[in-house]
DNA sequence: GCGCGTTACTGAATCGTGTTAGCAAATCTG
DNA sequence: CAGATTTGCTAACACGATTCAGTAACGCGC
C-alpha cells in the first residue's frame, strides 16, 4: 500500500482536539462557533498532514450522496458528449459528481445500468437520449428523483426537458423568410419523430405568418443522412419551378444538399440558400460556405437537467414538468437575400 | 424518504441467519462452505425485499472501491466520447465504473478535478487528451496508479497508450501508392505535434519503400481546418506538375481539399484521389464520394487504458510502458487507381 | 455566590458492509 | 469411543466519516 491515508482523527490528535471539532471546522459548521484560532490550527495541521475525505464515508454517514447519475447511449452520436458536459459543469459547481452509464439501446441493459447507479447511492438520475424521442423508463428508475433530457415518457409522469423544435423551425423558415425567399423547400429527417413534425410545423408557421404559401411538392421526405440530403436536393432542383432556398431538417441533409447543388453548376448561399438544424460542431462551422443553423442547445439541456434535479432533491416544488429549451439561429453564410444580384 | 433501503440485516433477520452469513452468500464466497439449500433461501429473501447493495458502505469497509477515475477535456471534441466509451465498456464489464471529470485546459482546474477523484477512492486514474500531445501530469495522480491515453509525460515515467502515427502515415501513403499514384501531396496538421511528425515521416517511409519521390513543394503546411485544407490544395493544384493525389493530415482538411477540387471541375476519387486520417465519424462516410481515411483508434485507446490500469491495480508486473495501437485504414470511395481511366 | 446563558468544545452512537476469529454440532478416523 | 477434522454458522471489531446530546469553564447581573 503506498496509500497511507490521513483520518479525520490523524488530524484531530495532531491538532490536539476531538475528531468531532476537526469535522465542524472542515466542513464549515459556524453555528458551532469555533473560534478563529482553533479553526485556523485545525486547517493548517489538515493541510500539513495531506487530509484527504473519504467520499463513501461521508456518504455512508450522512446519508445523503454527492453525486448524480446519467444514463445515456454513449455509443451513437456525439451529441451524448454535450449533454454530458453541460451537466458535468453544472454539477461540478456544487461539488457534485456525475456518474455516466451507457444505455446502448438494449432495455435490459437500461435497467441494468440504473440498478447499478442505484447501489451507488445517487441522489437523482438524468435519462438522456442522442435524439429527441419518447422512451420508456425503466421501473426501478422511480427509486430517486429523475428528470428525462432530450426524450419524454408517454404518461408525462418523469419532468422532462426536450428543446423547442417548433421555436427552432420557426427561426429556420423565418431567416429565408427574410431574406426575401418566397419560393422556399424542405427537407425533412425521419417521418414521425418529434424532430420532424416540430421543424415542420414551426416552418409552416412561420411562412403562414409571412405570407408565403408553400406547395406540398415542395417538402420532400428525407431520412437523416447526407444522401437523401443530396437525392432530396436534386427533386427540387429538378422541378418546373425549384425553390431558391431550402430548410434541411438537419446538418447532414444540408451537407448532402451542398454537394447536389455544385454539382449541377450552382452556388451555395448565392444561387440557393441553405438552413441546417442542429449546429454539428464539426460540421457546420467547416462547411463552404459556412453553414447557417439552428443549434440544439445539448449543453444547455444537460444544465438544465442538473438545475431541475437539484430542485427535486432539495424537496422544493417544481412549477414546469415540462421544459422546452430554445434553439438558437447561428447565421453564417450559407443564406443569401433574394432578388439583390 | 421515499427510499425505504433494506440493508443486509434486513434480509438477515428475515432469513433466519446473522449478518455475516448473508455477506458471504451474497458475495458468493464459497469458503464459508455455506450448503446450497441456506445459500438459496438468502438469495430468495434478499431479492424478495428489494435488496440493493449499499456501494459506499462497501467501498468503506473493504478499502477499496469499485471505480476508476477518467479525467478529459469533454470540452473540446467529439473524440473524448470515443475513450470514453470503450474505457466505459472495458469497465463495466468488471463490475467497475468510470468517474468523469473535466480538465478544462486550465491545470489547477486538473490538479482539482483529481484530487476529487482521489476523494471518491478511485482505484486509477486514466488521464486522456483529446489531441495526442506531451502533457504534464499533474502531482497528486502519483497516489494511485495512473495511465495516460492519447498523451505522454515527457519524463515516461506514467504508462502510456498513443495511436501510431507512423503506421498510419504509412498505410495512408501505400493506399496511394498501391493504387498507383506517383505523384503525391500532402498537407499537414499544426508544424511540431506528434501526428504532423509521425504521419509525415510514415507516410515518406512508404513513399520510400514503394521507389517514390516526392519534392519538397509537394508537402505544404496546414494548421489542421477545413480552411487550410482548400488553399493547400489550389495551392498543389497550381504547381506546374499537380499530385494526382493527396493525402490530407486529418478529415478536415481532407473537407477543404474536396471543396477546392470540386471548384476547379475536378472530380474527387476520379480526377484527384484524397486520403484524411482521423476516421471523423460524422463526416468520413458522408462525405461526397465517402472518404478513405485512417481511423484513430479512440475507442480501443480507452479499452487498452483500462485493462492496462486492471493490471496495475491487481499488481501485475506491466511488460510494455509505451503501448502504441495500430491506426486501421478505412477504404471508401475517393481513391482512385491511376492511369485506369 | 447563585442562577443563567454563552462559549468551546467532547463522547458516543450510527451508517451498512467486510472480515477475522472462533464455537458448537456433526462427522470422520483409527 | 476418544480425538481430530469438517461443517455451518455467529459475535464482534473495523472502516472513516456525521451528528446528537451533553458538559466544563467562564462571564455576568443581581
Redesign the pocket.
Known amino acids: 500500500m503506498t496509500q497511507q ?1 490521513v ?3 490523524d488530524v484531530a490528535k495532531a491538532a ?6 476537526v ?2 471546522v ?2 464549515g459548521r459556524m453555528e ?4 478563529e484560532a ?1 479553526r485556523e490550527r485545525i486547517n493548517q495541521t489538515a493541510r500539513m498532514l495531506g487530509y484527504r ?2 467520499a463513501a ?2 456518504t ?4 445523503r450522496s454527492a453525486w448524480f447519475g446519467l444514463v445515456t447511449e454513449i455509443a451513437t452520436s456525439p451529441f451524448a458528449t454535450d449533454v454530458i458536459k453541460g451537466a458535468q459543469r453544472s454539477a461540478w459547481k456544487d461539488g457534485n459528481f456525475l456518474l455516466i452509464a451507457p444505455s446502448d439501446d438494449d432495455p435490459g441493459m437500461e435497467m441494468l445500468a440504473v440498478e447499478k447507479l442505484l447501489e451507488q447511492q445517487v441522489g437523482g438520475l438524468i435519462i438522456a437520449t442522442t435524439w429527441h424521442r419518447e422512451i420508456i423508463v425503466p421501473e426501478n428508475a422511480k427509486s430517486v428523483p429523475c428528470v428525462l433530457v432530450n426524450c419524454f415518457d408517454a404518461a408525462g409522469e418523469f419532468p422532462s426537458i426536450v428543446p423547442d423544435e417548433v421555436a427552432g423551425g420557426y427561426a429556420a423558415a423565418e431567416i429565408l423568410a427574410r431574406a426575401g425567399h418566397t419560393n422556399i423547400g424542405h427537407i425533412t429527417v425521419a417521418q414521425g419523430i418529434p424532430a420532424q413534425i416540430g421543424r415542420q410545423t414551426g416552418m409552416k408557421q412561420a411562412l403562414r405568418d409571412h405570407g408565403i404559401s408553400q406547395e406540398e411538392s415542395k417538402i420532400v421526405a428525407g431520412d437523416g443522412t447526407a444522401d437523401s440530403g443530396y437525392h432530396g436536393t436534386q427533386e427540387l432542383l429538378a422541378q418546373p419551378d425549384p425553390p431558391t432556398a431550402i430548410f434541411c431538417g438537419n446538418d447532414r441533409i444540408a451537407m448532402g444538399a451542398y454537394d447536389a447543388i455544385k454539382e449541377l453548376g450552382l452556388r451555395v448561399g448565392e444561387d440557393i440558400s441553405i438552413v441546417g438544424f442542429d449546429d454539428q460542431e464539426i460540421l457546420a462551422p467547416h462547411m463552404r460556405p459556412k453553414l447557417t443553423t439552428i443549434a440544439l442547445p445539448f449543453e444547455e439541456m444537460g444544465m438544465a437537467g442538473v438545475s431541475l434535479l437539484n430542485q427535486m432533491v432539495e424537496g422544493s416544488p417544481i412549477e414546469n414538468r415540462q421544459i422546452t429549451i430554445g434553439c438558437p439561429p447561428r447565421i453564417r453564410s450559407s443564406v443569401a437575400m433574394h432578388g439583390q444580384r
Do not use: H
Open positions: 491515508s483520518t479525520m482523527a490536539g482536539v476531538s475528531r468531532t471539532t469535522s465542524f472542515l466542513n458551532a462557533n469555533i473560534p482553533t475525505p473519504n464515508a461521508r455512508l454517514a450522512s446519508k
